[in-house]
């Protein structure tokens, strides 16, 4: 049994809950809020014995071995170093960092104070993520990698009316690529690795975010297309198109249908069962590697986030999309 603390009260916290407590290996004891009075009713809500509204009392405390850290993105790497500081595990929500130089801090940290350390992107620890792994021999020489994440906002009708909501602000590192951008990208660095070179164009908001962007990215003998949008929905789904065949792939997020379809006209399903809600598997895989005291995933690698980020980083230097966290890791 691996207890865990809570960094952010907010829907996503809720969801991973949810999904975590089909672990038999899952407990939650303690909730940390800005406020005792958050705190306090988001544990007493789901059953968590203990509420802080101190973070260095909460990174402090004995109750609990492992924090799952869902804050604004500028804060994430903050919490997760206050907590490591204090010899606890961090399971910390996509995008791990704001940018390269906060990730390096809290791979420090994590080395420092020999702990485990994940980002929490769940994408790559699904059953039909794996099959998607498994079977890309098939397809022969790998020529292209097309991904989309478009998905409009359900804030944006709000920053239209002049609302500019959290999801558009750029002193919490948000925006497009960051929030949806990140799941093409981290499936692409999971299953190729870093590109050689990156080319980024997004259209910008006046809030100072970007709505929506593309990606291409060099690979030598493979190109690579990502498309992402929060102002704007796609349904097209991502292909990893070889010589042989092409992998079609249903959500490039969170893969439900994957198939191979041939040159020949033959389709093969892939198409694996996931009977659980999607972060079970992301949590299972990090309680695994706490229980068995492994600092770093084999899927979720430190590599790969930094990988990840790189490509953010340079691709939001490319748009003109500067952060304060930036400025203050610089």
Not at 193 to 219: C, F, I, K, T
Request: charged residues 25%; aromatic residues 10%; proline residues 4%.
């Amino acid at each position: 049994m691996i207890r865990f603390g809570i960094i952010g009260t907010n829907w996503i916290t809720e969801r991973f809950i949810e999904a975590a407590r089909e672990s038999d290996r899952f407990a939650l004891t303690a909730v940390y809020s800005r406020t005792e009075a958050k705190a306090r009713e988001f544990a007493d809500k789901h059953g968590a014995a203990h509420a802080y509204a101190d973070l260095d009392a909460f990174a402090a405390s004995r109750e609990f071995d492992a924090v799952y850290i869902a804050t604004p993105n500028f804060l994430h790497a903050e919490h997760a170093i206050v907590c490591m500081n204090e010899g606890k595990h961090v399971l910390c929500e996509k995008p791990v960092a704001s940018n390269v130089p906060e990730l390096e801090r809290m791979l420090e940290a994590a080395k420092r104070n020999s702990v485990t350390f994940m980002e929490a992107l769940l994408t790559t620890h699904l059953p039909n993520f794996r099959a998607i792994e498994d079977n890309l021999h098939k397809l022969g020489k790998i020529r292209r990698y097309f991904a989309s994440y478009c998905q409009y906002s359900s804030r944006y009708d709000a920053y239209k009316e002049g609302n500019v909501m959290n999801a558009f602000k750029p002193e919490l590192s948000n925006g497009a690529l960051m929030d949806l951008g990140i799941y093409c990208i981290y499936a692409l660095v999971t299953l190729f690795g870093e590109p050689q070179r990156v080319q980024a164009d997004a259209y910008m908001l006046e809030s100072g975010v970007d709505g929506q962007g593309n990606l291409q990215l060099n690979y030598g003998d493979m190109n690579a297309s990502i498309l992402y949008s929060k102002i704007s929905t796609s349904y097209a789904p991502a292909e990893i198109q070889g010589e042989n065949a092409t992998m079609v792939i249903d959500k490039i997020n969170t893969p439900e249908h994957v198939e191979i379809r041939y040159r020949d006209g033959t389709i093969e399903t892939l198409t694996r069962p996931q009977p659980n809600k999607f972060m079970y598997y992301e949590t299972e895989h990090f309680i695994d590697l706490v229980a068995s005291g492994q600092p770093e995933s084999p899927t979720n690698s430190w590599r790969n986030s930094l990988n990840a980020l790189r490509i953010m980083d340079e691709s939001r230097k490319q748009i003109g999309l500067v952060y304060p966290a930036d400025r203050i890791s610089e």
